[in-house]
């Protein structure tokens, strides 16, 4: 039986699985990001209501934009996924301290960015392995 073509099916699947992980933070923090720095009135009321000011909120949102940027180049993806981790944490944080239920999300699209990088990358898969052979 040839399982090379099964093996090769099965990393493609993963490897396609792990894109499909890896942009849902890509592009919900990209959407984030870009509204941060556009402005509208429901996330400037949002900001105003937590004690934040609009240079916070344009300093927050060139952050989430360098994250993504760093996460989708492939030789600082690592760094991207630890800096989107950190991003992530003090996301949830604020949503704790305002009392908000809205946690999960950031949590999600964490989880999302190492699983999408754990599945891309087989120097994460070797560093974390599931299992030991």
């Known amino acids: 039986m040839d399982t090379s073509n099964t093996n090769n099916q099965s990393s493609k699947l993963q490897l ?3 894109y499909v992980l890896s942009a849902l933070p890509v592009l919900l923090m990209a959407m984030s990001g870009v509204m941060k720095l556009a402005h509208p009135p429901m ?8 004690g934040m000011s609009l240079t916070t909120l344009m300093i927050i949102g060139v952050i989430e934009l360098l994250c993504v940027v760093i996460y ?18 003090g996301a949830i944080m ?10 999960i999300a950031p ?19 070797e560093l974390l392995p599931l299992r030991r052979s």
Not at 43 to 50: P, Q, R
Not at 72 to 89: F, K, S, W
Not at 107 to 125: E, P, Q, S
């Open 43 to 50: 996330i400037l009321e949002g900001f105003a209501k937590s």
């Open 16 to 18: 396609w699985t792990g």
């Open 72 to 89: 989708l180049i492939p030789r600082t993806a690592v760094l991207g996924a630890v800096l989107t981790t950190g991003y992530m944490g």
């Open 107 to 125: 949590l999600v699209l964490g989880m999302c960015a190492w699983g999408g990088l754990f599945l891309r990358d087989k120097r994460i898969r």
């Open 94 to 103: 604020v949503h704790v301290r305002a009392g908000e239920a809205s946690l």
